[in-house]
T-cell receptor
Framework: ELKVEQNPLFLSMQEGKNYTIYCNYS?????LYWYRQDPGKSLESLFV?????AVKQEGRLMASLDTKARLSTLHITAAVHDLSATYFC????????????FGAGTRLAVHP | DADVTQTPRNRITKTGKRIMLECSQT?????MYWYRQDPGLGLQLIYY???????NKGEISDGYSVSRQAQAKFSLSLESAIPNQTALYFC?????????????FGPGTRLLVL
């Protein structure tokens, strides 16, 4: 059974600081996604990571994947208030059906 | 206009009632999914469909059924609603492009079962 664990589950950050969210998963997978969810809203796709060593960046967010360690990180650089949201990682279950297993989410609050 | 729409957006119902949540998409995707989200948790897959004739159970299908009426429409039914089905329900679609196959989510339906 594939399990996906995120930590921390809640993160309070000061504006301008850097931090990293971690996503560990329990079995082999060939794809990992990061999504953002604003309160009361739907999920927005941020990144898809396909291979070991993959790194993608968009603005102040950078995601990486280490398939050997079964670990993905989402690094936040110089946080701003607009990044306040809940971030989910989701891992594709092996088998070819594109079934996603989600982590519990990291609720990020950026304050002055 | 939104690519993935869900109706209703909010619904209050009573225990034992049958309700249907509807999802429509204009993205032209073959694959559609239903998830539920409980407060403080990630999403759990209820059902998924890869084309009109293909319906598959997800992690938590008990108490739910689905219908794929057309490529663009995928409905979720609760035959006899119970309070622990109170949750936020999301529909999603994907293109089936093996390389990335990102799932795109609708706005969600907030369901309260009394």
């Amino acid at each position: 059974e594939l399990k996906v664990e995120q930590n921390p589950l809640f993160l309070s950050m000061q504006e301008g600081k850097n931090y990293t969210i971690y996503c560990n998963y329990s079995t082999t997978s060939d794809r990992l996604y990061w999504y953002r969810q604003d309160p009361g809203k739907s999920l927005e796709s941020l990144f898809v990571l396909l291979s070991n060593g993959a790194v993608k960046q968009e603005g102040r967010l950078m995601a990486s994947l280490d398939t050997k360690a079964r670990l993905s990180t989402l690094h936040i650089t110089a946080a701003v208030h607009d990044l306040s949201a809940t971030y989910f990682c989701a891992v594709v279950l092996p088998g070819g059906y594109n079934k996603l297993i989600f982590g519990a989410g990291t609720r990020l609050a950026v304050h002055p | 206009d939104a690519d993935v729409t869900q109706t209703p957006r909010n619904r209050i119902t009573k225990t034992g009632k049958r309700i249907m949540l509807e999802c429509s998409q204009t993205k032209g995707h073959d694959r559609m999914y239903w998830y539920r989200q409980d407060p403080g948790l990630g999403l759990q897959l209820i059902y998924y469909s890869f084309d009109v004739k293909d319906i598959n159970k997800g992690e938590i299908s008990d108490g739910y059924s689905v219908s794929r009426q057309a490529q663009a429409k995928f409905s979720l039914s609760l035959e006899s609603a119970i309070p622990n089905q109170t949750a936020l329900y999301f529909c999603a679609t994907s293109a089936g492009d093996r390389a990335q196959e990102t799932q795109y989510f609708g706005p969600g339906t907030r369901l309260l079962v009394l």
